[in-house]
């Protein structure tokens, strides 16, 4: 998404000149862009997965982490951090 806008910002796009439905039009075809790219990586890592030996799900064994106490406080620290960042960023821009 940071390319695409900044190839748009390169192009110089003005978006108050554009209007209503030059904008959208403009935001359309950079979403579908950014989705065509998304889906073409994603074959690419498939092909890559296939070309290691990935057989599909039900071959592969699942690990998972334990969580342990302090993630856990560590977790509810940064969403705090995050909720009150919100918080300031919306107060100011009322």
């Given at each position: 998404?940071?390319?695409?806008?900044?190839?748009?910002?390169?192009?110089?796009?003005?978006?108050?000149?554009?209007?209503?439905?030059?904008?959208?039009a403009i935001a359309a075809r950079l979403c579908v862009?950014?989705?065509?790219?998304?889906?073409?990586?994603?074959?690419?890592?498939?092909?890559?997965?296939?070309?290691?030996?990935?057989?599909?799900?039900?071959?592969?064994?699942?690990?998972?982490?334990?969580?342990?106490?302090?993630?856990?406080?560590?977790?509810?620290?940064?969403?705090?951090?995050?909720?009150?960042?919100?918080?300031?960023?919306?107060?100011?821009?009322?």
């Amino acid at each position: 998404v940071r390319n695409l806008a900044l190839g748009l910002a390169a192009r110089g796009v003005d978006w108050s000149v554009q209007g209503l439905r030059g904008s959208l039009a403009i935001a359309a075809r950079l979403c579908v862009r950014l989705f065509a790219n998304l889906f073409h990586r994603s074959e690419s890592i498939a092909q890559a997965m296939v070309v290691r030996g990935f057989q599909g799900p039900s071959e592969q064994r699942l690990y998972m982490m334990q969580a342990n106490q302090t993630s856990v406080v560590a977790n509810v620290i940064a969403v705090g951090l995050l909720l009150a960042l919100f918080a300031a960023v919306s107060v100011n821009t009322l």
